[in-house]
Antibody, heavy 126, light 107 residues
Framework: EVQLLESGGGLLQPGGSVRLSCAVS????????MSWVRQAPGKGLEWVAA????????YYADSVKGRFTISRDNSKNTLYLQMNSLRAEDTAVYYC???????????????????WGQGTTVTVSS | EIVLTQSPGTLSLSPGERATLSCRAS???????LAWYQQKPGQAPRLLIY???SRATGIPDRFSGSGSGTDFTLTISRLEPEDFAVYYC?????????FGQGTKLEI
């Protein structure tokens, strides 16, 4: 059974830092792209960052670029999100998600974010 | 950057009725990179449809997706009580992902 379990959220001060973790099991972690997606209270979903299976390629939403860092430790089956220079607008539930993609040699096939964690809440307030 | 606009914002229907949800992209996108998710209150999103029209594992066949170019549709043929939720479309690009703002399906 595929499982993703986020942790690390809490009440943080503006300008502060926190590292979120996402421990996974039930699939071959190093072979999958992983993303962080957040949801502000009462709002929709916002993609935050993605990382390839090997960890060497990362992408970020403009809203977090330069402040957040996505990383992974494939030996520990764990995904991370280091969040620095926190702002009130970073307040949200943060989900990690497994993405399935396949490269045929000429085309990337995308099978969606097919597994999600239950989320961890980050509140940024003084 | 691609913007996804979903309509309507809220859809009020009854069990047994047919639901049609729209997702419009700001520019033409590959149907292979369009997905739909369902989210119930207090729960994580769940993948329903990928590649615009392929159902994810375990998704009932009353859910179907269609569309191409800039216009995509999620159809629920006969609403069950458990289908009342918020639905999001999502576009994949190798360097980013984008979600629509969501459609709330209510009784």
């Amino acid at each position: 059974e595929v499982q993703l379990l986020e942790s690390g959220g809490g009440l943080l001060q503006p300008g502060g830092s926190v590292r979120l973790s996402c421990a996974v099991s039930g699939f071959t972690f190093p072979t999958y792209v992983m993303s962080w997606v957040r949801q502000a209270p009462g709002k929709g979903l916002e993609w935050v960052a993605a990382i390839n299976g090997g960890g060497g390629i990362t992408y970020y939403a403009d809203s977090v670029k330069g402040r957040f860092t996505i990383s992974r430790d494939n030996s520990k089956n764990t995904l991370y999100l280091q969040m620095n220079s926190l702002r009130a607008e970073d307040t949200a539930v943060y989900y990690c998600a497994k993405e399935t993609t396949k490269y045929s040699g000429t085309y990337y096939y995308y099978y969606g974010m097919d597994a999600w964690g239950q989320g961890t809440t980050v509140t940024v307030s003084s | 950057e691609i913007v996804l606009t979903q309509s309507p914002g809220t859809l009020s229907l009854s069990p047994g009725e047919r639901a049609t949800l729209s997702c419009r992209a700001s520019q033409s996108v590959s149907s292979g990179y369009l997905a739909w998710y369902q989210q119930k209150p207090g729960q994580a999103p769940r993948l329903l449809i990928y590649a615009a029209s392929s159902r994810a594992t375990g998704i009932p066949d009353r859910f179907s997706g269609s569309g191409s170019g800039t216009d995509f549709t999620l159809t629920i043929s006969r609403l069950e009580p458990e289908d009342f939720a918020v639905y999001y479309c999502q576009h994949y690009d190798s360097s980013s992902r984008t979600f629509g703002q969501g459609t709330k399906l209510e009784i």
